[in-house]
């Protein structure tokens, strides 16, 4: 057990690190990345004026579950938490992690995307959470080949789920999760992509002072949910229409087969490891984050 006394401290204009002697590679990197990281996300939904962001380095699940929230309560395989209502963030060592090979400022900044996010919008109400997931995703960088597989399927099978049922939760099957997880990436990316920065800070200002998410968007881009998710889906649709599986049934077969394999392979070896870099998140007045 670690001691308050044997906490080691750096602090940043916008953050405080807390760590112990073990982690002092890991605190250095965090403080050469944080600030970055903070000015990247500012710069997607504006300045958001806070106190300084405590971030521990938790060196054991005993002293995570000390240091979490009143009423929270942090699985025992989680690398990390944040609770934007405290201006807190929680990251278990990368040496707890047995072998897991885990970027710890891709962490970060999933978790410090988070925290702004909350207090950008501020108040009770709850963020959408393809919105908040989305957001922390695409701050994070987490896309890569799995990511677009998944989706070239999603999209040839029709497999979406409708955004009105990712508002207040996911679904809770795996494969599902996965599929609610990238759909909510891809909105955000597409808003941010298509429409510009400006008019997504803007965004998260109207939804800040009307705690209204179809009204924030109508205000600012003049559409409902419903009418962004049809334009969403048709974007969608084409980038992901070059693969030509229209050209022959077998074709399409043989992607349905290798996907499968390749699907196989990967939950096997990654979706686990993948989907807890992800978050499951409880409700206390706002998402609290499990990474």
Not at 46 to 70: C, D, F, W
Not at 248 to 257: D, G, P, Q, V
Request: overall charge positive.
């Amino acid at each position: 057990m670690v001691l308050a006394a044997q906490w080691k401290e750096k602090t940043l204009p916008h953050f405080k690190i807390l760590y112990v002697s073990q982690d002092d590679h890991y605190a250095e990197t965090l403080h050469r990345n944080l600030e970055g990281i903070r000015s990247r996300i500012v710069s997607d939904i504006g300045e958001v004026n806070i106190p300084p962001t405590k971030v521990y380095i938790v060196p054991s699940h005993a002293r995570m579950m000390t240091l979490q929230p009143r009423g929270s309560n942090i699985p025992p395989w989680a690398a990390a938490a944040a609770f934007s209502r405290k201006n807190l963030i929680l990251i278990r060592s990368p040496r707890l992690l047995r072998g897991k090979r885990k970027d710890i400022v891709k962490t970060a900044a999933h978790e410090v995307s988070h925290v702004l996010l909350g207090r950008a919008v501020g108040g009770r109400f709850v963020i959408p959470r393809w919105l908040n997931e989305g957001f922390a995703m695409y701050e994070a960088g987490e896309w890569g080949l799995g990511e677009t597989t998944t989706m070239m399927w999603v999209s040839v099978t029709d497999s979406f789920y409708p955004f009105e049922e990712l508002t207040s939760g996911f679904p809770e099957k795996e494969q599902e999760v996965r599929i609610a997880y990238l759909q909510s990436i891809s909105m955000v990316s597409y808003l941010l992509d298509k429409y510009g920065r400006e008019d997504f800070i803007l965004f998260i200002r109207r939804l800040r002072e009307h705690k209204n998410l179809n009204y924030a968007l109508k205000l600012t881009y003049g559409m409902t949910m419903r009418q962004l998710e049809t334009r969403w889906h048709k974007k969608v649709r084409v980038t992901y229409s070059w693969i030509p599986i229209g050209t022959s049934i077998s074709a399409l077969w043989f992607l349905f087969t290798w996907l499968l394999v390749v699907g196989y392979i990967r939950k096997r070896v990654q979706a686990r490891k993948k989907l807890r870099q992800w978050e499951i998140e409880e409700a206390e007045g706002r998402w609290t984050d499990f990474e």
